[in-house]
């Protein structure tokens, strides 16, 4: 989880003692007699593949791969609407919603506080819209981490 300590420990049973090398994704972190690798406050950028190499002067060898998956809540959500300009009654509207988060959010979309649609995409369709579908309109992305509104959308759909 976001923010959560970790620590990586790398042993290998060796005479004379190993010296240890830690990468992720081939990118050295760390060098030294230790083998341990600590990360205080992990952050999403912190996902990824990690690994150690054991070496002493008789040779040297690689641990298997470590794959850390930072989970956390989600991010603001952005949202947008498919038609550029003037809304006008007949026409084909997408309202789109997405947010980083990990595991993937679930999104929620409401006008004026009723709920339209609920579910994984975040994307909610309004095929034929009229002058009633004018008003405001947000969307929430929630994971088991938390959840967070975006920003009031303000459609206004305007008469031929």
Do not use: F
């Not at 990586?8 to 060796?14: E, G, I, M, R, V």
């Not at 990690?50 to 070496?55: A, N, T």
């Not at 850390?68 to 952005?78: G, I």
């Not at 929620?108 to 309109?137: C, M």
């Amino acid at each position: 989880m976001e923010g959560s300590s970790v620590t990586l420990t790398c042993s290998s049973d060796a005479n004379p003692a190993a010296n240890y090398t830690w990468y992720k994704e081939n990118r050295t972190l760390l060098q030294g007699p230790e083998g341990v690798y600590r990360l205080s406050s992990i952050s999403s950028g912190d996902s990824g593949v990690y690994s150690c190499k054991s070496e002493n002067q008789y040779g040297r060898i690689n641990s298997t791969s470590l794959h850390l998956d930072v989970q956390y809540a989600p991010k603001p959500p952005s949202v947008s609407v498919s038609s550029s300009g003037e809304i006008m009654e007949g026409s084909s509207v997408t309202l789109t919603c997405s947010s980083d988060a990990n595991p993937a959010a679930n999104y929620t979309w409401s006008k004026e506080n009723r709920t339209l649609l609920q579910g994984p995409e975040g994307v909610y369709r309004l095929s034929s819209i009229s002058s009633g579908d004018s008003g405001v309109y947000s969307c929430k992305s929630e994971n088991q981490y938390g959840r967070i509104n975006s920003t009031s959308l303000h459609l206004d759909v305007q008469c031929e």
